[in-house]
């Protein structure tokens, strides 16, 4: 399958999830926000553009990613942690820093691109499954180098926001393809999913995952604010 075609495939499934999603009932355990700050675990943090941040995730997570941590150590890596549970407030200050960014980048683009682009990895505040606790973005890092590994389209924590991000796109390098793959089949072995067009989100127990797993309902539901 050519990049093209993966592409198109991605984007009819996503097309395919919103309809589904509109079938799933919205439930919620009433699990409680845990910060992974408070855990103890040998994890790599990802400065936040929200002061403050406390990294939290809902406790069903938390063996989920010590596991994943534990086999990343043995082979010398760390897992890094971009971001997990963000309020709406967050979700929209990562929109408006996303937004700056790309502008930056291209200032040849109009406001409506920009827009454009930028809506395919950060959605509004009601729609992010990073308002369940149950979203989580991560990466890895190399102990040996103290590095980042090398997915594609970052330059450790920069993301280069496009069609590339998409997890299996063709495209990328021998290495970068051996990194994602790595990174899914850790998260996917713990039963998170991988977003369509999002290699390093992934998501568990909310309506992402629900719909990846054919659920008829979540096990949480949104926080907006804690």
């Not at 991605?10 to 589904?20: A, T």
């Not at 408070?38 to 990294?55: A, K, M, N, T, W």
């Not at 200032?107 to 009601?126: G, M, R």
Request: hydrophobic share 35%; net charge negative.
């Amino acid at each position: 399958m050519n990049a093209k075609e993966y592409c198109d495939l991605v984007e009819s499934s996503e097309i395919e999830h919103y309809r589904l999603g509109e079938t799933i009932k919205i439930k919620d355990i009433g699990s409680k926000l845990v910060s992974l700050l408070e855990i103890g675990f040998d994890l790599v943090y990802e400065p936040s553009v929200l002061e403050g941040y406390r990294y939290l995730v809902r406790e069903e997570l938390v063996k989920k990613i010590s596991r994943i941590s534990a086999k990343l150590e043995q082979d010398d890596k760390r897992l890094v942690i971009r971001s997990v549970w963000r309020s709406f407030a967050h979700q929209k200050l990562l929109w408006d820093t996303t937004v700056l960014l790309m502008q930056r980048r291209h200032p040849e683009a109009s406001v409506a691109k920009i827009h454009d682009i930028v809506s395919n990895y950060v959605v509004s505040e009601k729609t992010s499954t990073h308002s369940t606790g149950g979203a989580l973005d991560a990466l890895i890092l190399n102990r040996k180098t103290n590095r980042i590994l090398d997915f594609g389209t970052n330059e450790g924590y920069d993301i280069r926001l496009g069609r590339e991000c998409y997890p299996y796109h063709p495209d990328v390098s021998e290495l970068a393809q051996k990194n994602r793959a790595l990174l899914i089949g850790l998260f996917e072995a713990e039963d998170f999913v991988c977003d369509l067009k999002e290699y390093w989100h992934f998501d568990y127990g909310n309506i992402g995952w629900a719909i990846e797993k054919g659920k008829n309902q979540t096990l949480f539901g949104i926080i907006e604010e804690c």
